[in-house]
């Protein structure tokens, strides 16, 4: 039996499961694999500082070649993993070479989702999910001044429309009734309205999408519900995202829009786990099986399987979910997991501060909260939320 792990995937969940792995004494073989051809890096800069200007490449970096070769992990960036024979326990990369593994590890990620639309070809038409797209945005935004259309009013977009109002009008399209309506209550995402409002930023909810318009292959505009035609020098497309599933389905492993796992994340096949956005696991605190797009859901999964191969951890996995986002001078940060149905009562409030504090309750019981600008409240909540979370487990132990 080999003694390698192999972790297809190099971004957040994949790289932290790595050095996670050498933390906890595993002194086998590592072999981490990245189809991007650079060394890892944070996302979240892409839509923020990295974007602005504010912050550099060499910010962004996760590791260093020789942290990397310290820890003796064995790196095939810029190279695909194209099949899985789980007979064998072998993978197999684009290039030819073969890694057999004892353990393997599904990190593969999520992708910005398609709109299906006439028009979606043309260029002017962008996704931040890669440095190389944040890069490509950035220089449209120096080459031109112009309106920027958002398709999409999610956090992603939300964040870049801050930036982007420097270089012309901003329009968020959104087919919903409000803003971030399915990951946040009504108060908080109203507050949030307001203040991109405030900045010249146009959000218009209910509006279907038609097509998008060009000439000479590059985009100028949108067109909406009853023909209406919103001008446009570039189009900032995000509608969600999809996990990269397409491996595990290849390879016989149940997938129902990302790779299912139980509640150690492992799949079906014990040899083999999933992690971070491309995972599909049950969530204790919503109470179903979810997908969860974070840094703290890629990093917390991934040191739990670094646990669970090296035996020094033999629980499920249980971690509480938090997030944050950061659109301009708003921070926002939500600890815990809230359903559009969920209650929603504003505990604070200080405008002058864009201070927000909004618990959420289902059925009497506080299962998040929402914050902006209020990073005090928001460490709190997590502290008291994972203590909830713990006490319910043990009594229903
Ligand atoms: P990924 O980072 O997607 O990494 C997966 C990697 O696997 C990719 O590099 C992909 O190329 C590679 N891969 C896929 N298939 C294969 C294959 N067959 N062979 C080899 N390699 C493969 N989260 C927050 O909590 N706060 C934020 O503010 C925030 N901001 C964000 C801003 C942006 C612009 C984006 C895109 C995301 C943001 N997120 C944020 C989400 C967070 O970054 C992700 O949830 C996290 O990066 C997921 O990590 P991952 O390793 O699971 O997936």
Redesign the pocket.
């Known amino acids: 039996m080999h003694d390698n792990v192999v972790i297809?995937?190099?971004?957040?969940?994949?790289?932290t499961a790595a050095m996670s792995l050498r933390e906890k004494g595993w002194a086998g073989g590592i072999h981490l694999?990245?189809?991007?051809d650079r060394l890892p890096y944070?996302?979240?800069p892409?839509?923020?500082g990295y974007l602005s200007g504010t912050e550099a490449e060499s910010d962004l970096a996760l590791a260093t070649d020789k942290t990397l070769a310290d820890q003796n992990i064995d790196t095939h960036f810029g190279?695909?993993?194209?099949n899985i024979d789980r007979e064998h326990q072998v993978v197999a990369l684009c290039n030819g070479i073969q890694l057999p593994y004892r353990w393997l590890i599904f990190?593969?990620?999520?992708?910005p989702r398609q709109l299906n639309v006439p028009g979606k070809e043309l260029s002017g038409i962008h996704a931040?999910?890669?440095i190389h797209d944040?890069d490509a945005l950035r220089a449209s935004f120096a080459e031109a001044t112009g309106p920027t259309i958002f398709i999409g009013g999610g956090?992603?977009n939300l964040?870049v429309a801050v930036p982007a109002a420097e270089h012309g009008a901003v329009t968020v399209l959104e087919v919903a009734p409000q803003i971030l309506g399915r990951v946040l209550s009504r108060p908080a995402a109203n507050a949030l309205a307001q203040y991109h409002a405030s900045l010249g930023v146009e959000i218009r909810c209910g509006v279907t999408i038609h097509r998008i318009l060009g000439d000479n292959g590059k985009v100028t505009g949108v067109e909406i519900d009853d023909g209406e035609v919103v001008p446009a020098q570039r189009v900032v497309l995000s509608v969600g995202a999809v996990a990269?599933d397409e491996?595990a389905l290849a390879a016989g492993l149940e997938t129902a829009g990302g790779v299912v796992v139980d509640e150690y994340l492992r799949t079906e096949d014990p040899a083999i786990f999933a992690?971070?956005?491309?995972a599909v696991f049950p969530n204790t605190h919503a109470g179903t099986q979810m997908r969860v797009?974070?840094?703290?859901?890629?990093t917390d999964h991934a040191r739990h399987v670094a646990g669970l191969i090296t035996k020094t951890v033999d629980e499920g996995y249980q971690a509480l979910p938090w997030?944050?986002?950061?659109q301009g001078e708003r921070r926002l940060q939500i600890a815990g997991l809230a359903s559009p149905e969920d209650e929603a009562e504003v505990v604070d409030q200080d405008d002058t501060k864009g201070k927000l504090v909004v618990e959420r309750y289902r059925t009497n019981r506080l299962v998040a909260v929402e914050t902006i600008n209020a990073p005090g409240p928001h460490m709190k909540a997590r502290r008291t939320l994972s203590a909830s979370a713990s006490q319910q487990l043990a009594a229903s132990l």
Do not use: H, M, Y
């Not at 297809?8 to 790289?15: E, F, R, T, V, Y």
């Not at 694999?33 to 991007?36: D, L, N």
């Not at 990190?107 to 992708?111: E, F, I, L, N, V």
């Open positions: 297809i995937g190099a971004g957040q969940a994949g790289l694999i990245g189809a991007e944070q996302r979240p892409l839509s923020k190279a695909t993993a194209t990190a593969t990620g999520s992708q931040v999910r890669t944040a956090f992603l964040e990269r491996l992690i971070g956005d491309c797009e974070s840094v703290q859901n890629a997030f944050w986002s950061v």
